[in-house]
C-alpha cells in the first residue's frame, strides 16, 4: 500500500507560478510511474502529466504544454509538478497518483494521493 501526500497548493494570480509535491510513503516508489491529475467539482478527473519509474519519459496534456514540468527524485520519494505562467482555467484540486501501467487513464492509477486545491485567480 502506497501513501502519498501533496502539499503547496494555494491562491496565486494569474501569471504566477506553484510547485507541488507529493510525498510517497514507501520506499517502492521507483517501481511506479507517477501522474497528475486535477479536478473540478462536477467534472471527471482529468490527466495533467505523468512521468516514468526513473524519470527519463514524460507526457503532458495539451492544456498544460509548455507551462507544466513534472520531475521526480526516487531518493526523497517525490515527485514534483512545477506549474508556471498559470491561468484561471488551471484552478482546481491537483491529485498524484502511482500506477504500475503507464498510461493515463485515471483508472489505470493504483494509488491516490488525498488531493491540493490550486486557485488562479484573474
Known amino acids: 500500500q502506497v501513501q502519498l501526500v501533496e502539499s503547496g497548493g494555494g491562491l496565486v494570480q494569474a501569471g504566477g507560478s506553484l510547485r507541488l509535491s507529493c510525498a510517497a510513503s514507501e520506499r517502492t516508489f521507483s517501481y511506479y510511474n507517477m501522474g497528475w491529475f486535477r479536478q473540478n467539482p462536477g467534472k471527471e478527473r482529468a490527466f495533467v502529466t505523468r512521468?516514468?519509474?526513473?524519470?527519463?519519459?514524460?507526457s503532458y496534456a495539451e492544456s498544460v504544454k509548455g507551462r507544466f514540468t513534472i520531475s521526480r527524485d526516487n531518493d526523497k520519494n517525490t515527485v514534483y509538478l512545477q506549474m508556471n505562467n498559470l491561468k484561471p482555467e488551471d484552478t482546481a484540486v491537483y491529485y498524484c497518483?502511482?500506477?504500475?501501467?503507464?498510461?493515463?487513464?485515471?483508472?489505470?492509477?493504483?494509488?491516490w494521493g488525498q488531493g491540493t486545491q490550486v486557485t488562479v485567480s484573474a
Open positions: 512521468i516514468n519509474q526513473n524519470g527519463i519519459s514524460t
Open positions: 497518483a502511482a500506477s504500475t501501467a503507464w498510461d493515463t487513464l485515471p483508472y489505470r492509477y493504483n494509488y
